[in-house]
T-cell receptor
Framework: DTAVSQTPKYLVTQMGNDKSIKCEQN?????MYWYKQDSKKFLKIMFS???????INETVPNRFSPKSPDKAHLNLHINSLELGDSAVYFC??????????????FGPGTRLTVT | KQEVTQIPAALSVPEGENLVLNCSFT??????LQWFRQDPGKGLTSLLL?????REQTSGRLNASLDKSSGRSTLYIAASQPGDSATYLC??????????FGPGTRLSVLP
């Protein structure tokens, strides 16, 4: 069984469009994350979210927004896509309850190409 | 602000060699440190997680050490195999903050 899954795996779209990437985890974790990996392969956190708190990296444009319909899902919505948004986006999850160790598990990634 | 660096950026070794990958961080008040591998076009696979109170963790041929006072962690790979070829990333978490990733070391193990 896949622990953290993302759809779609590839997404090609035009500038100005609005798109969403879905993420689901079946690990029972209470915190989920979105990361962006740019063309230089550098991985940067965008958001972390549990049912109590959303932490946003201050460098993330407000065109990006996470939506969590329930504890097992954290979707990424992107409005007015720009060329610079082209990257691989990774979803991850971890358990942050008392006594846990914050070990993160990653999804396979979604390669977004904006033309 | 936490900054994480990894040396070397790339490494090529013949099969069977033991090797060490290095990770350095600027803020030593960390909660934990995690090593990952990333295969081309794939997601990240967790290798080892070291808590701030621990000095090392071992899993099979992998051993990760942590020296908080000097801001360093090393990942030791014994008897390297071609299947170990990947990019290795370390990520550091400070209290109350998210993980900060290093740029990675790209490892090639030649048969």
């Amino acid at each position: 069984d896949t622990a953290v899954s993302q759809t779609p795996k590839y997404l090609v779209t035009q500038m100005g469009n609005d798109k969403s990437i879905k993420c689901e985890q079946n690990l029972g974790h209470d915190t989920m994350y979105w990361y962006k990996q740019d063309s230089k392969k550098f991985l940067k956190i965008m958001f972390s979210y549990n049912n109590k708190e959303l932490i946003i990296n201050e460098t993330v444009p407000n065109r990006f927004s996470p939506k969590s319909p329930d504890k097992a899902h954290l979707n990424l919505h992107i409005n007015s896509l720009e060329l610079g948004d082209s990257a691989v986006y990774f979803c991850a999850s971890s358990q942050v309850a008392s006594g846990s160790f914050y070990e993160q598990y990653f999804g396979p990634g979604t390669r977004l190409t904006v033309t | 602000k936490q900054e994480v660096t990894q040396i070397p950026a790339a490494l090529s070794v013949p099969e069977g060699e033991n090797l060490v990958l290095n990770c350095s961080f600027t803020d030593s008040a960390i909660y934990n440190l995690q090593w990952f591998r990333q295969d081309p076009g794939k997601g990240l696979t967790s290798l080892l997680l070291i808590q701030s109170s621990q000095r090392e963790q071992t899993s099979g041929r992998l051993n990760a050490s942590l020296d908080k006072s000097s801001g360093r962690s090393t990942l030791y790979i014994a008897a390297s195999q071609p299947g170990d070829s990947a990019t290795y990333l370390c990520a550091v978490r400070n209290y109350g903050q998210n993980f900060v990733f290093g740029p990675g070391t790209r490892l090639s193990v030649l048969p």
